[in-house]
């Protein structure tokens, strides 16, 4: 007599694990180029900056007949020269106040799992780097916005604006400076807000620190490490990725002072084994030696920050503010659905054989309707190329309103 057989689901939190908007159009651009389509991808923070070769001799550096599994917080060596390149910014680090993760990624999902239990709620301003929403659905907590807007530029609100969100479930306030996807830098004195919000409700801070050195027109990089009385909240979250233009090593750091923080971490940390090996050793090569490359690069985004506002401005009804780092900025477009022009510009556009992929912004948001006309673009091609997808854009633009 057969048995009838039951059925098998994934989870809630599998099924309600947003896709990445980022990545969620790539096959309609595979598509795109099977047909000899020339793509343009600005849709991905993924730099064309050749890696520094000093972060390649590093990695050749290691020489041992076993790749072994190294210390769940990282190597004693890397811990060493994240310590004292934070002394450039005239601030303290002890090598023990460092966690090594495999990328800033995992750094992210350990500092949800360190702030919150399930339904506890993190705010965060929006737009934000999206797949925070995901390392949240992962972990059971809820990410809850904090309101900026293309015409201020994306800087934060008042004090008095954030402390009126939180509420009795909020564990923690997340910033991203330089930010991802806006490019805006915030300054001494919205921090200065957010610490006295954190203080007053006994919160963690968590500053997503990536693109720290991506500060332009003359800004000095930083870090919130300086703001000494708010050290046993914070916890900084950082990554060699974009520095070092190594997105594939996958090497990320946390930084905080908290010492029940660390321990916790490497708790975390145990359960993973440890960060990549060999890469590790690239990073050290690469933070000692960053001042050999890290001015060059930061000049290049620059130029090509201002190659993108230079064409952009020429494409009518376009609202944009320039950003003061970072490699990427939000756009508002004159079409009423940005996500179904980005998907029309792979699907049935192109310009001399050629086409723009951008990230549609409305899934940087939390808040329902906000971000529908909107797209960011990563300025991360050489300058020729972004001036000629710029132009794309432009025409694009004009095609598509003019078909609707």
Known sequence: MSQEKGTIKISKRA?????????KLYPYAVQAKKKGIEVYHLNIGQPDVPTPHQIFDGIRSFSEKVLPY???????????????????????VSPSEVFVTTGGSEAVLFAFLLVGDFGDEVLVPEPFYTNYQGFAQQV?????????????????PSGNVIRSLVS?????????????????????????EVIKVVNEFGLYLLVDEVYRE??????????????KDIHENLVILDSISKRFSACGARIGFIVTKNREALNAFMKMGQARLCPPTI??????????????????????YERRRNVVFE??????GIEARKPEGAFYTVVKLPVKNAEDFALWMLRDFNHNGKTVMVAPAESFYLTPGKGVDEVRIAYVLEEDKLRDAMKILGEAILEYNSRR
């Open 15 to 23: 099924q309600e694990m947003q896709a990445s908007p980022i990545r």
């Open 70 to 92: 190294g210390p769940s917080d990282g190597l004693p060596e890397l811990k060493e020269v994240v310590a004292h390149y934070f002394s450039r910014f005239d601030v303290e």
């Open 140 to 156: 059971g907590i809820t990410l809850r916005p904090i309101p900026t807007s293309v015409e201020d530029g994306f800087h934060l």
């Open 168 to 192: 009795s479930k909020t564990r923690a306030i997340m910033l991203c400076s330089p930010n991802n996807p806006t490019g805006t830098i915030y300054d001494d004195s919205e921090f200065e």
């Open 214 to 227: 991506f500060a332009f027109d003359g800004r000095k990089p930083s870090t919130l490490l300086k703001f």
């Open 279 to 300: 890469e590790q050793w690239g990073a050290i090569n690469g933070f000692k030696h960053i001042d050999e490359f890290i001015g060059p690069m930061i000049r290049e």
């Open 311 to 316: 064409e952009l401005e020429k494409i009518p």
